[in-house]
């Protein structure tokens, strides 16, 4: 959306907690197309989050099984 001072703030995506219903990673690609204007895609990846899940929980910080499971639940 675009703010009064004419500045366009844009929502780039959530990787490590999505919040809408596709639970995979979300970013964005922009390109540029000259005279201020732009073009805006979201795209989202595949990621084996059960691997993510193990690697943070064998890390062992505070914490790391409550991060574990968020990344699993979404």
Same mark, same amino acid.
């Given at each position: 959306?675009?703010? /009064?001072?004419? =500045?366009?703030?844009? @929502?780039?995506?959530?990787? $490590?907690?999505?919040?809408? %219903?596709? =639970?995979?990673?979300? +970013?964005?690609?922009? %390109? *540029?197309? $000259?005279?201020? =204007? +732009? %073009?805006?895609?979201?795209? *989202?990846?595949?990621? /084996?989050? %059960?691997?993510?899940? /193990?690697?943070? !929980?064998?890390?062992? +910080? @505070? ?8 990344? !699993?639940?979404?």
């Amino acid at each position: 959306f675009q703010l /009064d001072s004419g =500045k366009t703030v844009v @929502n780039v995506g959530s990787v $490590g907690r999505p919040m809408g %219903e596709d =639970k995979k990673p979300v +970013f964005v690609l922009m %390109e *540029t197309l $000259g005279e201020g =204007k +732009f %073009e805006l895609v979201h795209l *989202t990846v595949e990621y /084996d989050r %059960e691997e993510a899940y /193990d690697r943070i !929980i064998k890390r062992g +910080f @505070n914490s790391c099984e409550e991060l574990a499971k968020m990344l !699993i639940r979404g």
